[in-house]
T-cell receptor
Framework: GAGVSQTPSNKVTEKGKYVELRCDPISGHTALYWYRQSLGQGPEFLIYFQGTGAADDSGLPNDRFFAVRPEGSVSTLKIQRTERGDSAVYLC???????????FGPGTRLTVL | EDKVVQSPLSLVVHEGDTVTLNCSYEVTNFRSLLWYKQEKKAPTFLFMLTSSGIEKKSGRLSSILDKKELSSILNITATQTGDSAIYLCAYSGGSNYKLTFGKGTLLTVNP
């Protein structure tokens, strides 16, 4: 079956702009996670959804970052007033139930100029 | 603070060699330990370990967890150039099931 998909695969933007990154999880998966990976580092947790609600957003670095999952399937990560330090690969993962294996999408490489 | 440490950070071997990658963790509420292979962007799942001393195998790859030593190893036998990748170790714990990753081991297999 189809895996986790993310769009766009690459996004280049200018400092101060707004961006949206989309994640389409595996069909039927109720848990969805966003991670951010900088060069030479492992992925770092940003936010976890169980269904439509954000069960844990403790990893979001500041209030410029926000994520939604209005219908319990597709999720959008939104970044306002982007900064050069936001440049990274943003990974999305989903699992069938919380605690089950997380399967990752191909990521979105965000570059802020 | 909970953390995961992987060693070595990088490793270069020749095809046919056997490699052992290490992962140690310090966590307050351990649930499981996972290994992923990352070739370009998407980490692909290899193993999930929850019980100490039980080896999991998949082809030439195997992994085992030692809860007493708070560590895990990933073995790859008869390495191939296609095994070249970053191998990530992560643990799952706490109430939100998030994964906490190490920095990864960059494995390069030369022909």
């Amino acid at each position: 079956g189809a895996g986790v998909s993310q769009t766009p695969s690459n996004k280049v933007t200018e400092k101060g702009k707004y961006v949206e990154l989309r994640c389409d999880p595996i069909s039927g998966h109720t848990a969805l996670y966003w991670y951010r990976q900088s060069l030479g580092q492992g992925p770092e947790f940003l936010i976890y959804f169980q269904g439509t609600g954000a069960a844990d957003d403790s990893g979001l670095p500041n209030d410029r970052f926000f994520a939604v999952r209005p219908e319990g399937s597709v999720s959008t990560l939104k970044i306002q007033r982007t900064e050069r330090g936001d440049s990274a690969v943003y990974l999305c993962a989903s699992s069938s139930e919380r605690g089950d294996t997380q399967y990752f999408g191909p990521g979105t490489r965000l570059t802020v100029l | 603070e909970d953390k995961v440490v992987q060693s070595p950070l990088s490793l270069v071997v020749h095809e046919g060699d056997t490699v052992t990658l290490n992962c140690s963790y310090e966590v307050t509420n351990f649930r499981s330990l996972l290994w992923y292979k990352q070739e370009k962007k998407a980490p692909t799942f290899l193993f999930m370990l929850t019980s100490s001393g039980i080896e999991k195998k998949s082809g030439r790859l195997s992994s085992i967890l030692d809860k007493k030593e708070l560590s895990s190893i990933l073995n790859i036998t008869a390495t191939q150039t296609g095994d070249s990748a970053i191998y990530l170790c992560a643990y799952s714990g706490g109430s939100n099931y998030k994964l906490t990753f190490g920095k990864g081991t960059l494995l390069t297999v030369n022909p």
